[in-house]
């Protein structure tokens, strides 16, 4: 089974300034992806990033990066030149890659994060 | 424009009804899947199908049942065997092959 471990419940950052909200998982499977989604008080769940496991370089969207650290099977999400639409419940989620099959999604628990103006 | 809808936004239901929330999705996309979200507990999966007839328990589906009759419709009943059934329930979809999930806006069930 797949755990995803989000440690941090809460974070605050000042607007325009960088934050980086971690994420850890535990697995024995070698194909995988993992994503972090956002969830606005709108409570709209909305995808931020995806990563490939067999992918060495890690995953950029504009403002949103991620630093993947396969070995330590760490995910960490950074967020540049913060916003304050950025003000939102974020999540750490893995799938494994099965094939011919879905998988599940397995999320952490979440971190709310708070942007400052 | 294609979406996943759910319905209502907001539930109300005394304890020991059963209720059904619908899921219908337009993206013509062959699973789907139901998570209950509770403070502080994340997104759990409830159940997931993915192809008509045919699904499959999550991690918490005791109290739970639903239907996949149809490729774009997968209705969560919530029966009063659920002890805890006030939570948020979101719905979401996924085209076959490991690709991301695309989810609804969410219920709110309230049961007293």
Aim: charged share 20%.
């Amino acid at each position: 089974a797949q755990t995803v471990t989000q440690s941090q419940p809460e974070m605050s950052v000042q607007e325009a300034e960088t934050v980086t909200l971690s994420c850890t998982y535990d697995t024995s499977e070698n194909n995988y992806y993992l994503f972090w989604y956002k969830q606005p008080p709108s409570r709209q769940m909305i995808l931020v990033i995806r990563q490939e496991a067999y992918k060495q370089q890690n995953a950029t969207e504009n403002r949103f990066s991620v630093n993947f650290q396969k070995a330590a099977k760490s995910f960490s999400l950074k967020i540049s030149d913060s916003q304050l639409g950025d003000t939102a419940m974020y999540f750490c989620a893995f799938m494994a890659v099965y094939t011919g099959a879905n998988s599940k999604l397995t999320f952490g628990k979440g971190i709310t994060l708070s942007v400052r103006p | 424009d294609g979406g996943i809808t759910q319905s209502p936004k907001y539930l109300f239901r005394k304890e020991g009804q059963n209720v059904t929330l619908s899921c219908e999705q337009n993206l013509n996309h062959d699973a789907m899947y139901w998570y209950r979200q509770d403070p502080g507990q994340g997104l759990r999966l409830i159940y997931y199908s993915q192809i008509v007839n045919d699904f499959q328990k999550g991690d918490i589906a005791e109290g739970y049942s639903v239907s996949r009759e149809k490729k774009e419709s997968f209705p969560l009943t919530v029966t009063s065997a659920q002890k805890n059934p006030t939570a948020f329930y979101l719905c979401a979809s996924s085209i076959m092959g490991n690709s991301p999930l695309h989810f609804g806006n969410g219920t709110r069930l309230t049961v007293t």
